[in-house]
DNA sequence: ATAGGTGCAAAGGATTTGCATGGAA
DNA sequence: TTCCATGCAAATCCTTTGCACCTAT
């Protein structure tokens, strides 16, 4: 089985939680897995009705909340307003071209500390933020309009 | 008239374009100036409506989107995924409290310089930025869940 | 007179929910 | 057998649009 890893993490967050391990849940979170970068439901759902004609948009969007529950996967929201879903790892920001549409994660040392600085002054407890930086990647730069 | 100075600026937008100048907008300009931080185009419907019944929720997105085109006010999008308007001023980003939803806003020149950095790493030409800490404020910390 | 503006209701797009059926445990 | 999961359609939420009427210019 691929995503051996994952799909066991699954197994053991479904048992732990008394939720009960489907085909399709197995299913939708391989193609996840197989996805290297930010998709959305729209996508997703797509990618698995080429292999599981059968399954549902409603699945597909349950199952991504029960991910993100099982810390498999994480929603991010940028500025068209769709929400995009990317494999959970170690905390990033992003890069988006408005032209393209290529997103690149980065991260940077220097702003979580400036954040922690300003965090304090306001004597607020943060939990969590987001940053993004939105314009033109370095191929889109010379165009008039993008496509992808 | 109060607000004198936005107003005509309003006017002078209007005319340069070959809008028309109306008492709905003129109405809710004012209303909108009035309010000192966030609002929602829920409640300043709510507000306009108090002093005006007769104008449509319609009219009150129709004249923030001219407003925001004239430069007078701008969209903000939080995590809600529910459009919020500002008052147009310089350069700066957001502290949001998740229990009492306080906005506080702050500026930084560190995280400013740093994002130049990324972008130039990136070769990318940066537009705009987004940058939000989400967390509980002060007067939240202690609480449960929160009010306001 | 003539464009543009208004307000209602209806549409729109992304996501969620109700409900009867299906399938793990 | 029991309860959770599924899939369809309908509902939801915020926002936009169509359209007939209205009103600045």
Avoid: P, W
């Avoid at 699954?10 to 008394?18: G, I, K, P, W």
């Avoid at 393209?100 to 306001?122: L, M, N, T």
């Avoid at 730069?141 to 992808?148: A, H």
């Amino acid at each position: 089985m691929a995503h051996e890893l994952e799909q066991k993490a699954l197994a053991s967050y479904l048992e732990d939680h008394n939720l009960k391990h489907t085909k399709q849940r197995e299913a939708i979170l391989s193609i996840f897995l197989d996805i290297k970068g930010h998709i959305t439901g729209e996508e997703l759902y797509q990618r698995v009705r080429e292999q599981h004609s059968n399954i549902g948009y409603t699945t597909v969007y349950r199952t991504m909340k029960l991910l993100c529950d099982a810390g498999l996967a994480s929603e991010r929201h940028f500025d068209d307003g769709i929400t995009r879903y990317e494999i959970e790892h170690e905390h990033h920001d992003h890069l988006v071209c408005l032209r393209c549409g290529k997103i690149i994660e980065f991260e940077c040392q220097k702003i979580e500390s400036a954040q922690d600085e300003i965090v304090k002054r306001h004597d607020f407890q943060l939990l969590r933020h987001r940053h993004e930086l939105y314009g033109h990647c370095s191929e889109c730069q010379g165009k008039e309009r993008g496509g992808s």
